[in-house]
């Protein structure tokens, strides 16, 4: 029981640093090679954030835990809108300039109704994890087409000072991606193992300790980089990432997982309550950051509180339930 807690414990700050690496490296190495900025935040950094998710989903497959998996992957959604931009909003109240920002907020909400319609009967087949995989290309497509189409974005000229401001040498860069890829699958097997062992211990549901305990630590990347940048007034990097993520969450780790392991048999729990209150956030963060009758979108401190305390709801409820 030590040795699973230690394990948690090193593979969370392992994977926090590993992670951050990596997608400091793919950033500075995709700016060498002449990769336009809004590219660069929309799928190295928006994207890359998800990486742990992605590592420790596809690890946790492999291990013979889809529903640690599918825990991890949705209640990332949830700890990104309801913890990570409620504490970024009280941070800085946060003004949504960006398009592709607005534009993606819809994106998302149709690819969360489209995962529930997938795991309605209770399954997540192969096939309809390929279906994920196969969105998580189109969305990268999608990605790529706007941003060649739309270089003056505010996320490219926010993405743009970042990359002047952290300067790195092409052989540094592909070093730390090298390094953080290494270390991220390392550390994300250190850490599956653990939570695996300490749910079996107290006799926790994988989906539990997916939802909650994997979930927030494999989402501390975003939450630093989304506080950092809403400090910065970076609004459109901070909201950013965390619908980058989400969208990637769904998709790829979500799909990634169930192509190595389908997932049978879902806890009808998770429809009912989990993706429910994924569901309900998503719809409230489109309606703050979208905004309505010609408002300009905004996340302000009231804002933050009202995502902060949902995801404390949430969050007790279920500790409630265990003990």
């Known amino acids: 029981m ?7 414990i090193g593979g969370f700050v392992l994977l926090v640093w590993s992670a951050d690496k990596f997608v400091d490296g793919a950033a500075a190495t995709a700016r060498h090679l002449g990769m336009p900025s809004l590219l660069i935040g929309m799928v190295i950094v928006g994207f890359g954030t998800s990486a742990p998710e992605m590592v420790v989903s596809a690890m946790a497959a492999i291990d013979g835990a889809p529903m640690l998996a599918l825990g991890n992957a949705f209640g990332s959604n949830i700890v990104n809108i309801g913890l990570i931009l409620g504490v970024a909003a009280l941070v800085a109240p946060m003004l949504v300039h960006s398009k592709i920002v607005r534009k993606e907020l819809p994106l998302l909400t149709g690819i969360v109704l489209f995962s529930g319609v997938l795991m309605w009967d209770g399954n997540l087949t192969r096939i309809e994890s390929l279906l994920l995989v196969g969105g998580f290309f189109a969305l990268i497509g999608w990605s790529v087409y706007s941003a060649l189409r739309d270089r003056r974005d505010t996320l490219a000229k926010e993405t743009e000072q970042e990359l002047i401001e952290h300067p ?10 090298v390094v953080g890829l290494v270390l991220l699958i390392a550390s994300s097997r250190l850490l599956v193992w653990g939570a695996v062992e300490v749910a079996h211990f107290f006799g926790i549901s994988d989906l539990i300790v997916g939802l909650t305990i ?14 950092i940048a809403a400090r910065k007034g970076e609004h459109d990097i901070a909201i950013g990432n965390v619908v980058g993520s989400n969208m990637f969450n769904i998709l790829a780790v979500a799909g990634i997982a169930g192509v190595i392991m389908p997932v049978e048999g879902i806890e009808s729990a998770f429809m009912s309550r989990d993706f429910v209150v994924m569901l309900a956030l998503t719809l409230l963060l489109f309606v703050m950051a979208v905004g309505l009758r010609g408002r300009q979108g905004r996340i302000g401190r009231r804002e933050g509180a009202v995502l902060l305390l949902a995801y404390v709801a949430y969050n007790s409820y279920l500790v409630a339930g265990v003990l």
């Open 168 to 177: 790195m040498t092409l052989g540094r860069a592909i070093t730390w991606i």
């Open 2 to 8: 030590l040795l699973a807690s230690l394990a948690i």
């Open 214 to 227: 994997v979930a927030l630590g494999t989402s501390l990347p975003e939450l630093a980089a989304s506080v």
